[in-house]
């Protein structure tokens, strides 16, 4: 049986094949979800999707887009938003 | 719509959400010649596609291809900046614009001696490896001599080559 710490469903189970021919479960962290746009919820793109260590050893820049809204609206969005600030503003 | 002199505002790229003026038409199709200037808005002077710019109301009179200087210039006498209501100030300007108060400072006066003092820690603890290296050397070079007084001369000219 495994041990208590290792029957969360949050761990994956893999079935490994060893080199001595015995066939064992290991158990491994789930890949994280793929971030979204804050509005139309499509996935972003030049967002990684990396868990803890992998996004710390990431500079900033290579996290997110370099452009407003970057990492937080899809490219069609943020767009769409800085025209409505400009019209709002105009007005 | 995007005739020489139309202030624009850029909605795509690095730059979207700041102010440009159009300057000039450009041969390839859809594109028009764009600068900032940079020294007010941070825009580059470059080609962009007039689809990734949203005009605004307002219109600067200009000539064709003017230089940076002169469409600054133009910007204060039609007060663009003001009217259209939009913030864009430079890089260096925020920077100044960030009010060092004391504490900062002097946190800042603290960690440079910091790094001096450890600099001359360093400083020493290499000062000493030399020395002890040193030492170490000549200790070795005297047991060797001594050693090797007995043979023959061949090795002596061996060592005051090497020396």
Request: aromatic content about 2%; overall charge positive; charged content about 45%.
């Amino acid at each position: 049986m495994p041990r208590r710490s290792q029957r969360s469903r949050s761990l994956r189970r893999l079935r490994i094949k060893t080199p001595g021919g015995r066939s064992v479960t290991h158990f491994s962290r789930r890949k994280n979800a793929a971030a979204k746009c804050a509005v139309c919820k499509k996935p972003l793109h030049g967002v990684p999707i990396a868990r803890d260590a992998g996004m710390a050893k990431l500079s900033k820049s290579e996290k997110r887009p370099e452009r407003p809204f970057g990492g937080n609206l899809c490219s069609s969005c943020s767009r769409r938003e800085i025209k409505r600030r400009l019209i709002e503003s105009a007005q | 719509m995007f005739e020489i002199g139309r202030i624009c505002m850029k909605t795509a790229g690095r730059e979207a959400g700041r102010l440009c003026v159009v300057i000039a038409k450009e041969k390839e199709k859809d594109f028009v010649l764009i600068t900032g200037p940079k020294a007010v808005t941070r825009v580059k002077r470059r080609k962009c596609n007039f689809r990734h710019l949203e005009p605004t109301p307002l219109k600067i009179e200009i000539k064709e291809n003017a230089t940076d200087e002169e469409i600054a210039a133009a910007y204060e006498k039609f007060d663009v900046l003001k009217k259209l209501n939009v913030r864009t100030i430079t890089a260096g300007e925020a920077k100044e614009a960030k009010p060092k108060t004391e504490e900062a400072e002097e946190r800042r006066e603290e960690k440079k001696e910091e790094h001096k003092k450890e600099e001359k820690r360093e400083e020493k603890h290499e000062h000493k490896a030399e020395h002890e290296k040193h030492e170490h050397k000549e200790a070795k070079e005297h047991e060797h001599k001594e050693h090797k007084e007995a043979k023959p001369k061949k090795t002596r000219a061996k060592k005051e080559k090497k020396e």
